[in-house]
């Protein structure tokens, strides 16, 4: 039986199936039941521009409207990565509903409504490209991490270019300063030029969906291409003064892997702002959460207390200063931004930190002693 006439059914989980490349499984059928039997076809969006979006079906790949998924909520917007609900046929086609998504990308937005952008949806490995070709930036790749873990997906850094740093012990080095900022994160090397690590990624890659990120002139275009095996992305030259680029990528486009799994390549991220990332944050400083559990006080600040456990840390040198100012930071922008939206949580905040400075202060002044007379 050809696939053109095969059931949908018969053809799941067979290479037959034209969205088994695209991460189709017998859960997602069992969640498209409903609307199957509504006559409606599955499939997967693969790239959304102008309020339109291109979705791999069984049929083809089809151009349908948007307008009709809730378009003033922005979480409910159609994005990359979606599984959908399409019509048949008719013009114009409408995307009438999406699955609930397994895992999604959210950054906020850097409107004052702090509303939240779904950059991808259903990704299992989020792919954090860092160049090479520049000094990185590790508070950056902290907040990269950060935002992985809260979407879902696995975390996977990938140090970009590594051709251009031919020492072995310097890039050992620079692989330990993201490890650091990683910890329990893969770091891998990488060079599109040579080939370097290329087998080791296309192995991780191989099941499941991966979404790069980065800056732009991070080489994530030009890594997709090497992952495809052709020139699907196009790629421009990054400026020497800073090793910056403009942005290649305009759209984000999921597409197959030749080996197994398919991949998103996303334009280059200027801004990346936490969004309700509260667990994103303490998985990406696991190293400092699971310190603050040995602190005397529960509700330890990790600033002025005694028997802080993070701050002894830093004194003996075996938790990084930068960690734990980076930790600070973020936790800091995250409650903000929720406190933008919740005026009761941001009394509540305000009084938190007021109450944990003036807690501080006394036990610092028990610690100092009673000042004495002359």
């Known amino acids: 039986?050809?696939?053109?006439?095969?059931?949908?059914?018969?053809?799941?989980?067979?290479?037959?199936?034209?969205?088994?490349?695209?991460?189709?499984?017998?859960?997602?059928?069992?969640?498209?039941?409903?609307?199957?039997?509504?006559?409606?076809?599955?499939?997967?969006?693969?790239?959304?521009?102008?309020?339109?979006?291109?979705?791999?079906?069984?049929?083809?790949?089809?151009?349908?409207?948007?307008?009709?998924?809730?378009?003033?909520?922005?979480?409910?917007?159609?994005?990359?990565?979606?599984?959908?609900?399409?019509?048949?046929?008719?013009?114009?086609?409408?995307?009438?509903?999406?699955?609930?998504?397994?895992?999604?990308?959210?950054?906020?937005?850097?409107?004052?409504?702090?509303?939240?952008?779904?950059?991808?949806?259903?990704?299992?490995?989020?792919?954090?490209?860092?160049?090479?070709?520049?000094?990185?930036?590790?508070?950056?790749?902290?907040?990269?991490?950060?935002?992985?873990?809260?979407?879902?997906?696995?975390?996977?850094?990938?140090?970009?270019?590594?051709?251009?740093v031919p020492e072995p012990a310097t890039l050992g080095h620079l692989v330990d300063d993201a490890e650091t900022a990683a910890p329990g994160v893969q770091v891998?090397?990488?060079?599109?030029?040579?080939?370097?690590?290329?087998?080791?990624?296309?192995?991780?890659?191989?099941?499941?969906?991966?979404?790069?990120?980065?800056?732009?002139?991070?080489?994530?275009?030009?890594?997709?291409?090497?992952?495809?095996?052709?020139?699907?992305?196009?790629?421009?030259?990054?400026?020497d003064s800073d090793g910056k680029g403009r942005h290649t990528t305009t759209t984000r486009d999921l597409l197959p892997l030749p080996w197994g799994g398919a991949l998103i390549d996303t334009p280059g991220l200027r801004g990346v702002g936490l969004w309700d990332a509260g667990s994103g944050v303490s998985q990406a400083f696991a190293e400092i959460e699971a310190l603050a559990e040995e602190c005397r006080f529960h509700d330890c600040a990790h600033r002025t207390e005694p028997g802080c456990a993070v701050l002894t840390a830093v004194e003996d040198g075996s938790l990084p200063d930068r960690r734990l100012e980076s930790y600070r930071k973020l936790l800091r922008e995250n409650e903000r931004l929720a406190a933008r939206t919740d005026a009761r949580l941001r009394a509540e905040i305000r009084r938190d930190w007021k109450q944990k400075q003036a807690t501080g202060r006394h036990l610092a002044e028990l610690k100092r002693g009673p000042l004495r007379k002359p």
């Open 1 to 164: 039986m050809s696939s053109s006439s095969a059931s949908p059914s018969s053809l799941l989980g067979t290479s037959e199936d034209p969205l088994a490349p695209y991460g189709w499984d017998e859960d997602w059928e069992a969640a498209f039941a409903p609307y199957a039997e509504r006559g409606l076809l599955p499939g997967r969006v693969i790239r959304v521009d102008r309020g339109q979006c291109d979705v791999i079906t069984r049929a083809g790949t089809v151009r349908a409207d948007t307008e009709l998924v809730t378009p003033h909520d922005p979480m409910r917007i159609v994005c990359t990565g979606d599984w959908a609900a399409v019509d048949p046929g008719g013009d114009p086609r409408y995307v009438r509903t999406l699955l609930p998504r397994r895992t999604a990308l959210v950054r906020s937005t850097s409107s004052k409504r702090s509303d939240g952008q779904v950059l991808a949806a259903n990704v299992d490995h989020a792919v954090i490209a860092v160049s090479l070709a520049t000094e990185f930036d590790l508070g950056r790749l902290e907040r990269f991490v950060a935002l992985a873990w809260e979407s879902g997906a696995q975390p996977l850094v990938v140090l970009t270019k590594a051709d251009l």
């Open 188 to 239: 891998l090397p990488v060079s599109s030029a040579t080939g370097e690590g290329l087998d080791v990624l296309s192995a991780v890659l191989s099941s499941g969906t991966a979404v790069l990120l980065g800056q732009s002139g991070a080489g994530k275009s030009t890594l997709a291409n090497a992952l495809i095996g052709e020139s699907v992305q196009d790629v421009q030259e990054i400026r």
